[in-house]
Structure formats: structure tokens, C-alpha cells
């Protein structure tokens, strides 16, 4: 028999799985900015905003489930996650909104030396890798799917200090070495929300607080 709780846990996963896809457009969108040319701030803005208004919205549907339903542990393991998740989504947009503003302010990676865009589009497609991950498996709860993005994490972490070891050693013009840093960094940390929301996905599954990086 359903709760009447269940019915407001399932608008958190819906509101959380529209935030993925979103989230990821974002990421997305600034990185064909800044790599292929082009102005997208102010669209990369405009999903950033939202991004935080919906984590608002998530953040205010769990506290009201709370104080309405008096939730048992496990719906709480499940509100105070999906709270996590929200807000770890919403760092997508910011950095992607960060990553649109080093084009808007430095002219991007376009005309930077091959070498360099090459290894900002192999970090990532990794990293949006890792966030398709996180949010497939936030979408069918799949604990399998979230171990294993914890390889995926360790790839990213060797392509970031591997870039910053050849770019040190390159001789690379001051704009594109700045701007690519700032980039892979933004890549790295993106990375990183991933892993933290497949945590929270095992924990809502099974209530073991794991470490995947």
C-alpha cells in the first residue's frame, strides 16, 4: 500500500532527474563555448539560476515532507540525500557558468595550441561521462551503475595533473595556459559532484556511507 509520503518523494526524484539533464546541458553547452567558439553566457547563465532555484524548491519540498509526514529513517536517509544531490547538481551549473565566463573574459580555447584542446576534450568527455552516470543512476536508484563510477573518477584525477605536468613543461601562451587551467580545474571538481551523488545514491539504497574517489 502506497504512503501518502511516497507521492512527495517521488516529485523530489522527479524535480532532481529534470536538474540532472539540465545540469548536464549546461556543462555541456559551456564546454562547445569555449572549445569550438561562440557566446553562450548569458543562455549557460540563465540554467545556472535555475539550477539554484530548483535546489530552493528541493530544499522546501523536503523540509515541508518533514514536518508533515514525520518520515521514518529510511525516508529521511532519502530526503537528506536527495538534498545533497540538489545542491551538487546546482555546482554543475555554477562551474559550467564558470567555464562560459573564462570565453566571455579570455576568448576560450579556440585558437589555443592543438595539443591543448586536445586534452580538454578528452577530460571532458570524461567528466560528462561521469555525470551521465550520476544521473542515470539517481534515476533508477542502480547502486551497480554508481560503484562504478569510481574508475571513471581516478581517469579523470591522472588526465587533469597529467595535463598540468605538460603544460608546465610547454611554453604555452599566458591566455591559454590560464584558461585551460581554470578549465580542466572546473573539469575536476565536476568530476568530483559526480562521485559525491552516486555516494548518496548508495547510501539511499543500502544506508552505507561509501567513499568512491
Known amino acids: 500500500m502506497s504512503r501518502i509520503i511516497d507521492s512527495g518523494l517521488e516529485e523530489l526524484s522527479a524535480t532532481l532527474y529534470r536538474m540532472g539533464e539540465l545540469a548536464h546541458r549546461a556543462v555541456l553547452t559551456a564546454l562547445l563555448e569555449c572549445l569550438e567558439g561562440g557566446e553562450a553566457y548569458r543562455e549557460v ?49 555554477r562551474y559550467a557558468l564558470d567555464i562560459s565566463f573564462i570565453n566571455k573574459r579570455l576568448g576560450g580555447l579556440k585558437n589555443c595550441e592543438e595539443w591543448i584542446n586536445s586534452h580538454i576534450k578528452d577530460i571532458s568527455e570524461k567528466a560528462l561521462e561521469m555525470v551521465r552516470i550520476s544521473i542515470e543512476s539517481l534515476k533508477r536508484h542502480d547502486t551497480q551503475l554508481a560503484e ?62 561509501v567513499v568512491l574517489r
Open 45 to 93: 547563465r540563465g540554467m545556472a539560476d535555475t539550477l539554484i532555484a530548483m535546489t530552493d524548491h528541493v530544499e522546501d519540498k523536503a523540509f515541508e515532507l518533514i514536518a508533515r509526514f514525520q518520515p521514518v529513517a529510511s525516508d529521511l536517509r532519502t530526503i537528506k540525500s536527495y538534498m545533497k544531490i540538489a545542491y551538487d547538481f546546482a555546482r554543475f551549473g
Open 148 to 209: 562504478k563510477i569510481s574508475g571513471r573518477e581516478k581517469e579523470v584525477d591522472k588526465t587533469y595533473f597529467e595535463f598540468l605536468d605538460k603544460l608546465i613543461k610547454s611554453g604555452a601562451t599566458t591566455k591559454c595556459a590560464v584558461s585551460s587551467v581554470l578549465i580542466v580545474r572546473y573539469l575536476e571538481r565536476i568530476a568530483d559532484h559526480a562521485t559525491y551523488i552516486c555516494e548518496s545514491i548508495i547510501y539511499i539504497a543500502t544506508g552505507q556511507k
